[in-house]
């Protein structure tokens, strides 16, 4: 986490763009506090789109050459900034000061040869973010989650209420229970938080077409099993899969039973209510892919689901290759919403996937799933130790990256406060006070950051 977001608040961190807005910022810094006494100089510099013209010389630095700072003074110590945000995009704002002489520590003065950085940090300012969106975007919240998640009641090693306590304290807002072969393990945590809370846990399961199956779907807030047609009636499913030879034309090169039993299996899912999500074709399955590419490239293609898991449980490579894909299909014309999961099969084992991918959804009206299956939604890569990576529309990566850097780090710790809250309750401690508690701390720094 950057320093900033701990010594600075910037409320709202999120203002429309192509209007006039007040910011307010206020320190907590030690070495660089704001004094209604001491005048600030603040610069707003625009990551994409210049508001000032270039030099005559039509260089890039030409924009800061003609770039001028304003001069504000706080009120209680509470920085006061209106400006002009053009354009959708990030803003840097450079705070700094030449007159904070008087409030400097006296301490420092003795040891200056050592401390001179401490001396010199209001002269060289400090450099806070804010993004500028238009009303679309503006007005949906940002969600993280994870749709493909096992636990131990099929081969999971935790249960669905642990589970789901240790995803709130990984700071995810919402998750999918999608066991395999079995539909429903989601209720046994959600009828565990009777409490108030944002966090948002979906019934699901990851369909097989029979137990050892490869067609792998994931089905997300369905109001039946797909999998116990399968399992307890497979004549069912083969008699009309082929009845669908009459209607479906099989692209040329395919299986047919194959790619019938597909079709077949996404319109059951949303038979039932459910959100059909493609899952890991480049999991490597005793020694081959789960996938023919070509099967993969036809169920995306002719809208055989809802999104597809272009991370997933797998490794960098498998998702690569599900990455590239996508860039390929979209390049080609189609266009397919996009998840990032982890398929984790255990929350407490640190050789899983569990916490190494996320789906950022700018939902409304807390629709997460209707915010994927209109675009609005990107996959985030969180590989131990290397920057995250996120892919999807670019316009919602770009807005994905300032929130990964300035809103989630702070939002994931106020959610690990909540988890383990949760987690209490999950152990029999009476804690639902407390687990409110910390649930309104997580919703009061989202109405503070976005200006709700």
């Known amino acids: 986490m950057k320093p900033e977001l ?13 209007c006039e807005s007040e910011i307010q910022i206020t320190s907590q810094d030690g070495c660089f506090q704001f004094f209604d006494d001491v005048t600030y100089d603040v610069e707003f510099i625009p990551m994409e789109e210049s508001d000032v013209p270039m030099d005559q010389a039509m260089s ?22 209106r400006y002009f945000f053009s354009g959708e995009q990030e803003w840097k704002i450079h705070i700094s000061t030449v007159g904070y002489g008087p409030h400097l520590n006296p301490l420092y003065e003795p040891y200056r040869p050592y401390w001179d950085s401490l001396m010199k940090a209001p002269e060289q300012g400090v450099y806070l973010s804010v993004y500028s969106l238009k009303p679309d975007l503006l007005g949906r919240r940002a969600l993280r989650g994870d749709l493909h998640i096992h636990t ?3 081969d999971g090693k935790e249960t669905p209420e642990m589970v789901a306590a240790e995803y709130r304290a990984a700071g995810y807002d919402f998750i999918a229970i999608t066991d395999h072969n079995v539909f429903g393990t989601a209720k046994n945590a959600i009828d565990k938080f009777q409490f108030q809370t944002d966090f948002q846990i979906f019934m699901g399961e990851e369909v097989h077409n029979g137990y050892a199956g490869y067609f792998h779907m994931v089905n997300v807030g369905g109001t039946y099993s797909v999998n116990d047609i399968y399992l307890n009636d497979p004549q069912r499913v083969e008699k009309e899969a082929q009845a669908l030879a009459e209607e479906v034309e ?14 077949w299996l996404y319109r059951e899912i949303k038979k039932s209510g459910g959100f059909a999500i493609y899952p890991h074709p480049y999991w490597q399955v005793s020694h081959h892919y789960h996938t023919e590419t070509k099967m993969t490239r036809a169920i995306l293609k002719n809208g055989l689901c809802d ?15 599900q990455t590239a894909l996508y860039s390929e299909l979209r390049a080609e ?8 999961s982890t398929d984790s099969h255990s929350v407490l084992d640190a050789r899983t996937h569990f916490k190494n991918a996320s789906t950022i959804a700018f939902v409304q009206n807390g629709d997460v799933l209707g915010a994927v299956a209109s675009g609005y939604s990107v996959a985030a890569e969180h590989l131990p130790g290397e920057s995250t990576r996120v892919y999807g529309p670019f316009r919602l990566v770009k807005y994905a990256q300032f929130l990964l850097q300035n809103y989630f780090p702070v ?13 209490g309750l999950v152990c029999g401690e009476n804690i639902n006070a407390l687990a409110e508690a910390q649930e309104a701390r997580v919703a009061s720094f989202e109405q503070q950051f976005f200006g709700r």
């Open 152 to 154: 131990s009641i099929s």
């Open 333 to 340: 014309g189609t266009e397919v919403p996009v998840v990032g």
């Open 250 to 263: 099989v692209p040329k090169g395919l299986d047919r039973r194959e790619y019938l039993n597909r079709v």
């Open 307 to 321: 999104a597809y898991e272009v991370l997933g449980g797998c490794g960098p490579e498998d998702n690569n290759l």
């Open 411 to 423: 939002h994931n710790r106020l959610c690990q406060a909540a988890g383990t809250a949760i987690l």
């Open 60 to 81: 890039l630095c030409g924009f800061d050459l003609n770039r001028k700072s304003v001069q504000a003074r706080p009120e209680h110590g509470i920085l006061k900034l």
């Open 6 to 18: 701990v010594k600075f608040t910037v409320a709202p961190s999120v203002v429309q763009a192509d």
